[in-house]
């Protein structure tokens, strides 16, 4: 970095720092307040998005961050959420700085929060479970009351993060109750949606290729509808762990696609022709899906959703005509929904936001 950019980055009077950046944040920021983003490291990042972007993102460590908060003295400064725990140490020393820039000039620093972590209050301290469950809450309780008095306002993405925040904060959840706010982490509706190329026999799966986001479930349902002699076809786009293996199980399957590490372009496409987006996440050692920022991709271009009741948004998808399957682990149950999915046909987009809630928070946070 330079001098020159520092002090252009210095005229930032909202900031937030996120330890990784990844495309889908980029695109969903895009329509909120001028925020100058530091970010740890690039996780799933297409480096066009990054370029095309209107607004400010600089890699930049924890320590840097704080000095640069301590230099500038930002109005607003966004943490990421005090129940990432790994991170928790780094979210402590970023709002003291934020608080001691504010006071250095004598004013108070709205510091806030956008809290997504939805796991079971007893698991998230990650504390053997032979300890009984009150004492593995109570591990958290006093550090989260501190984060309660150093964080002005909280905006919660889902129904199921405020229950969780709430049982690890117990008789003290009313005190940030009273400065929180549940906004839904919609999407808008994508422009290239408008486009007409829908074709509900359409599956696709978008995301990682590890088991976690439920691929080896995903297969066996498939290998349910092929006995069933169904005519949809599945594209899976992605890459990791399973990726091989995927590749061999398509192999010799007409009906099934497999594109390792697509470009942003190819996966809107994909998005835009598809009726149906799968993601049969599942639960993994101290790991449970927040949101599948996939699900939220398919929304945006008026696919119906099959998925677990394992994301945040499993309500508010079971009520708004997508389907939750109770057991990913049943081929039968897999297929069934897939196909009952694709008769129902598209979903229609007109109930989304003109403005995506990840972005509507941001203006919760920085005003
Ligand atoms: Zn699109």
Redesign the pocket.
């Known amino acids: 970095m330079t001098d020159s950019s520092v002090r252009s980055i210095s005229t930032f009077d909202a900031i937030r720092f996120t330890p990784e950046i990844r495309s889908a944040y980029i695109e969903r920021f895009e329509d909120g307040p001028d925020v100058l983003t530091l970010y740890g490291k690039a996780l799933y990042l297409d480096r066009s998005v990054l370029e095309s972007s209107g607004k400010t993102y600089i890699p930049m460590t924890v320590l840097a961050t704080c000095a640069f908060i301590l230099k500038s003295g930002p109005r607003y400064v966004e943490v990421p959420e005090p129940l990432w725990t790994r991170k928790m140490l780094h979210t402590f020393l970023l709002l003291v700085c934020a608080h001691v820039a504010g006071a250095l000039r004598f004013r108070r620093t709205m510091t806030s929060t956008y809290c997504i972590e939805n796991e079971d209050a007893g698991r998230i301290a990650r504390v053997p479970e032979v300890i009984p469950r009150k004492l593995r809450v109570a591990v958290l309780r006093t550090p989260l009351c501190l984060f309660g008095l150093l964080i002005r306002r909280w905006i919660f993405g889902t129904a199921a993060s405020r229950e969780t925040y709430e049982a690890v904060l117990g008789p003290f959840w009313g005190y940030v109750d009273r400065r929180s706010e549940l906004v839904w982490p919609l999407p808008s509706a994508?422009?290239?949606?408008k486009l007409p190329s829908k074709d509900p026999s359409r599956v696709l799966f978008l995301g990682a290729l590890t088991t976690r986001k439920g691929i080896f479930e995903l297969l066996a349902g498939w290998d349910e509808l092929d006995i069933r002699g169904s005519s949809l076809n599945l594209s899976i786009m992605g890459g990791g762990d399973l990726e091989h293996l995927v590749q061999d199980w398509a192999k010799g399957k007409p009906n099934v696609k497999v594109t390792i590490s697509p470009a942003r372009a190819q996966i809107?496409e994909e998005?835009?022709q598809a009726g149906v987006l799968v993601l049969l996440s599942k639960p993994e050692r101290y790991w449970r899906e927040q949101i599948g920022l996939p699900l939220l991709e398919g929304l945006?271009?008026g696919c119906r959703v099959v998925t677990t009741a394992q994301t945040g948004i499993a309500s508010w998808l079971a009520d708004n005509g997508h389907c939750v399957v109770n057991d990913a682990g049943n081929p039968a149950e897999v297929a069934s929904a897939l196909s009952e999915a694709s008769e129902a046909g598209f979903w229609s987009t007109a109930s989304l936001p003109e403005i995506n809630g990840r972005a509507a928070a941001a203006f919760r946070m920085h005003e």
């Open positions: 994508c422009e290239c949606s809107h998005l835009r945006a271009h």
